[in-house]
């Protein structure tokens, strides 16, 4: 009897230990895993804007487009979308406006035609996609986005690069679309002057002659964003129109990964505007990332021997936005401004031209 007591104790345990309301825990969903708070930085560009001599009407545009594009970017992460989704957003409503040496303010090469570059990486996980060379694609953000989530590739040209965009729906346009009178009129003073231009001196028409011994006029083309979403995670992308009057193909940092565009969640996002050669020859966005990584220093440290110290002391001129895994923001060029803006992780929102 004592025998039958024990096994119905034991049953009634069993049946007990196995009631639905103790079913093992199922592991988190990522929208469950927000860590509630986001940062977001963007730059158009950097050089000596002071001498642009923007009128304040030029001035509230600037603003304003900088704003859209901060709002962009802002409403995908408030959401809880993903850092990369973020950054193209932005780099998108940038590339839209004429404003900007990237996608409709895109400048000339040597031959009357607007080639486009960009990048955009994810810190969680490594992965990368870029193009190059490009003509006929409107948002060349969206078709590297595209290269780096639907292809086992990294940097695709040309003509390549397009048939893989319009083969996975990114929007193509006739070359016609891009054009701007005012960048126009740059290509052919350029030409005229036999010079390379890095970009505009705002509304004037005027360009600036590239010179080893005088960068006092240069403004700085591209437009980039960085941006850490409620997930922990870090993006950077970087979008240009390159260099007016550029020849032979040329192709700057913007599409090389660790040179104007970088993002790891063991350090930072990054993403650089200047000369491009100079940012290629000293891998600067990587430069960054990497004291982070193992000097384990601050961020605005890393930046300030970047671009203050090494880019600085190889000649180059430029600036760069970058964020950490903690959200601090940092903001750094050589010249007298870098159009710029930043949603802080308190909601503190600026939009910037000249240095303060």
Not at 30 to 42: P, T
Not at 212 to 224: A, I, Q, S, W
């Amino acid at each position: 009897m004592r025998l039958h007591y024990s096994i119905l104790i034991f049953l009634l345990l069993a049946i007990g230990a196995c009631k639905p309301s103790e079913k093992p825990a199922q592991p988190m969903t990522e929208k469950e895993n927000l860590k509630g708070k986001y940062a977001i930085a963007i730059h158009g560009g950097a050089g000596n804007l002071k001498k642009l001599k923007l009128t304040p009407e030029q001035e509230s545009e600037y603003l304003a487009a900088l704003e859209l594009a901060l709002a962009a970017g802002q409403n995908i992460l408030v959401a809880g979308g993903k850092c990369e989704d973020a950054v193209e957003a932005a780099i998108r409503t940038m590339e839209d406006s004429p404003l900007f040496n990237a996608g409709k303010g895109a400048v000339f090469n040597h031959d009357g035609i607007n080639e486009m570059d960009a990048a955009i990486m994810t810190g969680k996980d490594l992965q990368c996609g870029a193009i190059a060379g490009v003509r006929h694609i409107r948002n060349p953000i969206s078709a590297a986005k595209m290269v780096m989530e639907k292809s086992e590739h990294v940097l695709l040209t040309s003509a390549g690069a397009e048939e893989f965009a319009s083969a996975h729906g990114i929007e193509m346009v006739d070359s016609s679309y891009f054009f701007t009178q005012l960048r126009w009129d740059q290509l052919q003073e350029a030409l005229k002057e036999d010079s390379i231009e890095l970009d505009h001196d705002g509304k004037s028409g005027k360009s600036s002659k590239l010179s080893t011994n005088d960068f006092n006029e240069l403004k700085f083309g591209t437009v980039g964003c960085v941006a850490l979403d409620q997930y922990g995670n870090l993006a950077a992308g970087t979008s240009t129109g390159g260099l007016t009057n550029k020849r032979y193909g040329r192709i700057g940092d913007t599409p090389l990964i660790g040179s104007g565009t970088y993002a790891n969640n063991k350090s930072c996002a990054v993403s650089c505007t200047g000369k491009g050669e100079d940012f290629i020859r000293n891998n600067i966005a990587y430069d960054i990332a990497a004291q982070l990584e193992y000097s384990k220093i601050p961020l605005d440290s890393a930046v300030y021997h970047s671009i203050q110290e090494k880019l600085v002391k190889s000649k180059g001129r430029g600036g760069c936005i970058a964020i950490d895994g903690q959200g601090n923001i940092c903001m750094n060029f050589t010249t007298t401004g870098m159009y710029r803006g930043y949603i802080d992780t308190n909601g503190q929102k600026k939009v910037l031209i000249y240095a303060e």
